[in-house]
C-alpha cells in the first residue's frame, strides 16, 4: 500500500518540479489545479522515484489515479498504483490519460483496460497570438465585441490583481455566482469552493492575474500560472455576461499581458467546458488548436476472466 498524504500547500516546493520535468501540456495535473481541487476531490499525493501519484475519489466511480505523471520508466509507477487499489479493495481505475497513454497501460497490463472519453474535461489549447491579434475571418465577431465594448464604455480599464485590489474580485466572484444559482448548481459550487481556495493562496500559489473594470467598478477577472516554458493555463476567467463584450476584452487583455511578460509562451490552455452546452460553444468559438484528450482506464482482469 503506498503512503499517500493529504496534499498542502508546502508540497508544492517538491511537485512542482516533477511536474515541468514531464512537460505536460494538460491542466488536470498543475499544481494550482490538484491544490485547488484537493478537499473537493480529496485528493492525496506520494512520490515514487521521479514520478507524482495522485489519487482522488468521485462521488459516482469511487477512489481513483491521474495517470502518473513523471521521468523515467513508469511501469513501477503503474504497478504500484494499481497494488494500492487491490490493497485497498476497490477497483483500478486511472484517469486523465492522453492518447498515447493508452498505448503505454495496455503494453504494460496486456489483459486490459475498458477505455472511455472524458470529453467534459478536454482542455482548449489556443496559440497565444491569435488570442491577441483575434486576426483572420474566423475570429471577426470577437473583434467586434470588443469594438462593441470600447465604443459604448469610455470609462474602462484593465488592471493587474495586486493586494490592494483581490478583494474586489472576490466580491465580483459572489455576485456572479449569486447570479449564476452556484447554491444550486453541484459542479458551479465545488468550482466556487475551488475559486475561493485559489484567492485564499493566491500569492503562495504564484498566480497571476487581471481584472476589468467598468466606472470603477470591476466586471471581469481572470488568473493563471505556467504549465510549461510555452504554455499558459488560464484557471479562472469571469465576466459580467450582460455587458457586451466583457468576456472577449478580459481574455484579450490578459492575453496582452501574458506575450509582454513571457515573449517564450506559446500556447495559452484555457482548460475543459465541465460538460456546460454554452461554455462549450464559446471556447469552441476562439479555434483551439489543439484539444488536450483524457481518458478514463477502468482495469477489467477479472471481466476478461469471465468471457
Known amino acids: 500500500m503506498i503512503n499517500f498524504k493529504t496534499l498542502e500547500i508546502d508540497d508544492k516546493q517538491w511537485i512542482v518540479p516533477l511536474l515541468a520535468e514531464a512537460d505536460t501540456w494538460g491542466s488536470h495535473q498543475n499544481f494550482t489545479n490538484l491544490f485547488a481541487w484537493a478537499k473537493i476531490y480529496n485528493y492525496h499525493v506520494a512520490r515514487l522515484n521521479d514520478y507524482l501519484l495522485v489519487k482522488g475519489e468521485l462521488s459516482d466511480k469511487g477512489p481513483y489515479y491521474f495517470y502518473p505523471i513523471g521521468q523515467g520508466d513508469i511501469r513501477p509507477a503503474l504497478e504500484a498504483v ?71 464604455n469610455s470609462n474602462w480599464s484593465f488592471e493587474k490583481i495586486s493586494e490592494e485590489n483581490i478583494k474586489e474580485c472576490f466580491e465580483m466572484n459572489n455576485k456572479w455566482c449569486e447570479e449564476h444559482g452556484c447554491e444550486d448548481d453541484k459542479l458551479l459550487a465545488k468550482e466556487y469552493c475551488a475559486v475561493r481556495r485559489c484567492f485564499n493562496y493566491y500569492k503562495e500559489l504564484g498566480l497571476e492575474g487581471g481584472l476589468l473594470r467598468l466606472d470603477g467598478r470591476v466586471i471581469a477577472f481572470t488568473m493563471g500560472d505556467k504549465i510549461s516554458d510555452t504554455i499558459y493555463d488560464i484557471h479562472i476567467e469571469k465576466a459580467f455576461g450582460e455587458i457586451q463584450g466583457a468576456y472577449q476584452m478580459i481574455n484579450r487583455e490578459f492575453a496582452v499581458f501574458i506575450q509582454e511578460k513571457y515573449p517564450e509562451i506559446i500556447y495559452v490552455n484555457r482548460e475543459e467546458d465541465m460538460g456546460y452546452e454554452g461554455l462549450r460553444k464559446a471556447k469552441l468559438s476562439y479555434y483551439p488548436v489543439r484539444m488536450e484528450e483524457k481518458y478514463l482506464a477502468a482495469y477489467i482482469k477479472d471481466h476478461h476472466k469471465n468471457e
Open 82 to 152: 494499481k497494488q494500492d487499489a487491490l490493497d485497498c479493495g476497490h477497483q483500478f481505475i486511472l484517469l486523465g490519460l492522453a492518447p498515447k497513454d493508452i498505448d503505454e497501460v495496455n503494453r504494460i497490463f496486456p489483459e486490459g483496460f475498458e477505455v472511455k472519453s472524458m470529453r467534459d474535461s478536454f482542455d482548449y489549447v489556443y496559440l497565444l497570438e491569435k488570442l491577441v491579434t483575434l486576426s483572420g475571418k474566423k475570429l471577426h465577431a470577437k473583434r467586434n465585441h470588443i469594438n462593441k465594448f470600447k465604443q459604448q
